[in-house]
């Protein structure tokens, strides 16, 4: 069983800045690709961010630029740097594990998702 723990949301200002954080725990023995994704009433659930264990990234073009995104194998946890933020990047923000080795079976396992938290821009 693994699970995904997000924090960092919140509300901020548009132009501000907020670090999501996402650690997995459980039986874990490596991590392939961890990835932020985004989801509004309005839209389907898109991809902001990807970063895989060797590193590396891949970000949606609406994001390029403003956000950064990184990861601690070590701690099986990824994180994503939001800078100038706008309103438009308001959303459920989704923490992914993908490409999961189990510790004791060293098999590949089934993606997992965290609970989501909430980011708010504006003012």
């Known amino acids: 069983q693994v699970q995904l723990v997000e924090s960092g949301g919140g509300l901020v200002q548009p132009g501000g800045s907020l670090r999501l954080s996402c650690a997995a725990s459980g039986s874990i023995f490596s991590i392939g690709t961890m990835g932020w994704y985004r989801q509004t009433p309005e839209k389907e659930r898109e991809l902001a961010a990807t970063i895989t264990s060797g590193g590396n990234k891949n970000y949606a073009d609406s994001v390029k630029g403003r956000f950064t995104i990184s990861r601690d194998n070590a701690k099986n946890t990824v994180y994503l740097q939001m800078n100038s933020l706008k309103p438009e990047d308001t959303a459920v923000y989704f923490c992914?594990?993908?490409?999961?080795?189990?510790?004791?079976?060293?098999?590949?396992?089934?993606?997992?998702w965290g609970q989501g938290t909430q980011v708010t821009v504006s003012s």
């Open positions: 992914k594990a993908a490409g999961i080795v189990a510790y004791t079976s060293r098999g590949v396992i089934d993606d997992y």
